[in-house]
């Protein structure tokens, strides 16, 4: 029955994180279903009797929440068993492997089944100790795994408490100081005080009433929560009202082309389409305010063939509406997405961002550098046999190669002023250190160009949007996400949406997007160091419970049994 139990409350911890998370049903998610998402995973690993059960009951739920949040990974035409398959496998792995950490403090607690219920079987300030540990050190836990799952080679920050905050821009705010991770420690210790009293109310006929001992303990756990909430919901209303003052305005087309990802046969169709969308955004520009755009951005994989051997070509191509010349006519510097040659003998190619000034002439590229794994990127590629067995199986065994440069664009502004911007391509604005390399090496405004008209859903296009809004708010600068099929927006230092357009629509806009002066906050200045900080209590934790346990193997103290109605007396 406890194994039953076990296995109900995982699938019902992935059911609510999945819900709490952007989805069909709620489109920006639920912080209010994030809040208790963790609690029957706590509940969980409260009942378990081994590390090995721990890290199988975690690893089911970690894995669980990947699948029910990012189904629409299997629309990866034909490669779901990697997309999906793949990536719900790692992450499942991942949780596994912190589901071990996680359960460790409740291994140390102390307690043993007594009459159906957790007796007691320790002193006073050990148990208080000992609830104390578990509720922290779980909260702490669980951020480094968001940041571990979030960081290197097989990154994926999808599936994590911090998307389901969105809707909540009072809190949202302190991913300024913290980062993104000081908002995974406050829900995940939300969740874990709510989960402690339910694990403890069967305790109550043993405690006495009032007598300062694990509820007094617990009622501390619980102030702790209370105070860094409204620590965080004050600073956050300071900071989300404040007033901002752009310095300079970058006018700018947004294209919406909504092309079909894995349509052949060029990119005729997509560049006409375009070039149409582009040229009534300024014709109702010009309407409305009597100005031209500074700059036109397409999204990502636009043109399919590599620069800069491909600059003849659209000089007269598609025979439509030439690409080099439309640009020129617009008079209107461009950033669009198409491939670049990295090696041309070894058929080699960059994921990049294109620019062209405002004559059409080719200036240089932005080449993705965090490619997405057994996608745009196959470990073990350069290896003949790797090739042979990939397209054995899915029929594709090459990707990008990744680019090496932190590249930036200088737009010229009326007034003879400029903007740099830099171009992080698809989901690297998901990445903090991606974009924190580009906004130290001085960027001023974010121009993400994305494709992921694939998915086919809405919340993918959703999901992607709320953890790059994350990045305006980090850097207190503004993103402008120009997309395939959406959520083309573009979101100011406080998150908030200025300008956007619907979803899996044909469409563009020309909008001004603002400019703010260059701060450096506290994230920008020290980077991921509430992870850092969580891992080292927990070192500390381990070390001093070593020590506590050579202690008391040095004293030898006589065995001694607590009654059930004086658990607070001391051995």
């Known amino acids: 029955?406890?194994?039953?139990?076990?296995?109900?409350?995982?699938?019902?911890?992935?059911?609510?994180?999945?819900?709490?998370?952007?989805?069909?049903?709620?489109?920006?998610?639920?912080?209010?279903?994030?809040?208790?998402?963790?609690?029957?995973?706590?509940?969980?690993?409260?009942?378990?009797?081994?590390?090995?059960?721990a890290a199988l009951l975690t690893g089911f739920q970690t894995g669980l929440v990947h699948v029910f949040s990012s189904f629409w990974?299997?629309?990866?035409?034909?490669?779901?068993?990697?997309?999906?398959?793949?990536?719900?496998?790692?992450?499942?792995?991942?949780?596994?492997?912190?589901?071990?950490?996680?359960?460790?403090?409740?291994?140390?607690?102390?307690?043993?089944?007594?009459?159906?219920?957790?007796?007691?079987?320790?002193?006073?300030?050990?148990?208080?100790?000992?609830?104390?540990?578990?509720?922290?050190?779980?909260?702490?836990?669980?951020?480094v795994y968001e940041w571990a799952k979030s960081t290197g080679f097989l990154a994926y920050p999808w599936g994590t408490l911090v998307m389901t905050a969105y809707r909540w821009p009072l809190i949202t705010q302190i991913a300024a100081?913290?980062?993104?991770?000081?908002?995974?420690?406050?829900?995940?210790?939300?969740?874990?005080v709510v989960a402690e009293g339910l694990v403890l109310l069967p305790l109550v006929p043993y405690f006495r009433r009032g007598g300062g001992g694990e509820e007094a303990a617990y009622a501390r756990c619980g102030a702790l929560c209370i105070v860094l909430f409204a620590v965080t919901v004050l600073y956050g209303a300071v900071a989300y009202t404040a007033e901002r003052v752009p310095v300079k305005t970058m006018r700018t087309v947004m294209v919406q082309q909504n092309a079909d990802s894995w349509e052949t046969g060029g990119d005729a169709q997509a560049v006409v389409v375009s070039s149409e969308l582009t040229e009534a955004a300024i014709s109702e520009g010009l309407a409305r305010t009597g100005t031209r755009p500074d700059l036109v951005v397409w999204s990502e994989?636009?043109?399919?063939?590599?620069?800069?051997?491909?600059?003849?070509?659209?000089?007269?191509?598609?025979?439509?509406?030439?690409?080099?010349?439309?640009?020129?006519?617009?008079?209107?510097?461009?950033?669009?997405?198409?491939?670049?040659?990295?090696?041309?003998?070894?058929?080699?190619?960059?994921?990049?961002?294109?620019?062209?000034?405002?004559?059409?002439?080719?200036?240089?590229?932005?080449?993705?550098?965090?490619?997405?794994?057994?996608?745009?990127?196959?470990?073990?590629?350069?290896?003949?046999?790797?090739?042979?067995l990939l397209d054995k199986i899915i029929g594709f065994s090459s990707g990008w190669t990744p680019g090496t440069e932190l590249t930036l664009f200088t737009v010229p502004l009326p007034d003879s002023q400029t903007v740099k911007i830099s171009l992080p391509i698809c989901f690297e604005d998901a990445f903090p250190p991606v974009c924190r390399a580009l906004y130290e090496a001085g960027s001023e405004v974010f121009v993400n160009i994305t494709n992921d008209s694939w998915s086919k859903t809405d919340s993918a296009e959703y999901q992607h949007f709320v953890i790059a809004s994350y990045r305006a708010i980090e850097y207190r600068t503004t993103l402008l996400r120009s997309t395939n099929s959406g959520y083309s927006v573009v979101v100011d230092?406080?998150?908030r949406i200025l300008a956007d357009m619907p979803l899996f629509e044909t469409a563009s806009i020309y909008t001004e997007v603002p400019v703010y002066e260059r701060t450096q906050t506290p994230y920008a200045l020290l980077g991921d160091w509430v992870p850092a900080l969580c891992a080292l209590a927990y070192a500390v934790n381990l070390v001093l419970g070593r020590t506590r346990r050579a202690d008391n193997r040095k004293k030898r103290p006589e065995k001694c049994a607590i009654p059930l109605d004086q658990s607070d007396i001391n051995c």
Not at 82 to 97: D, K, P, R, Y
Not at 177 to 192: D, N, P, Q, R, V
């Open 73 to 143: 990974l299997g629309n990866f035409k034909d490669f779901a068993l990697f997309t999906l398959g793949a990536s719900a496998l790692a992450t499942a792995v991942i949780g596994a492997v912190f589901g071990c950490y996680l359960y460790l403090p409740f291994a140390q607690s102390g307690r043993k089944k007594r009459n159906g219920y957790e007796a007691p079987t320790q002193p006073l300030p050990q148990r208080t100790a000992a609830l104390t540990r578990r509720v922290l050190l779980f909260a702490a836990v669980w951020t």
């Open 493 to 495: 230092p406080a998150g």
């Open 301 to 388: 994989s636009v043109l399919s063939y590599a620069f800069p051997e491909a600059e003849s070509y659209y000089r007269s191509r598609p025979a439509e509406m030439p690409l080099v010349p439309f640009i020129r006519q617009t008079g209107v510097p461009f950033v669009i997405g198409g491939p670049v040659t990295a090696d041309y003998e070894k058929r080699q190619y960059h994921n990049s961002a294109l620019y062209f000034d405002k004559d059409g002439n080719y200036r240089g590229y932005y080449a993705k550098m965090q490619l997405v794994p057994f996608a745009e990127v196959i470990p073990g590629a350069q290896y003949e046999w790797v090739h042979v």
């Open 1 to 53: 029955m406890r194994r039953i139990l076990q296995v109900f409350y995982v699938i019902f911890s992935a059911i609510i994180s999945a819900l709490a998370i952007q989805n069909e049903i709620l489109p920006f998610g639920s912080p209010f279903l994030g809040l208790f998402a963790l609690v029957p995973l706590y509940l969980t690993l409260a009942s378990a009797q081994s590390y090995a059960e």
């Open 177 to 192: 100081i913290t980062g993104t991770w000081g908002i995974s420690f406050l829900f995940s210790l939300f969740a874990a």
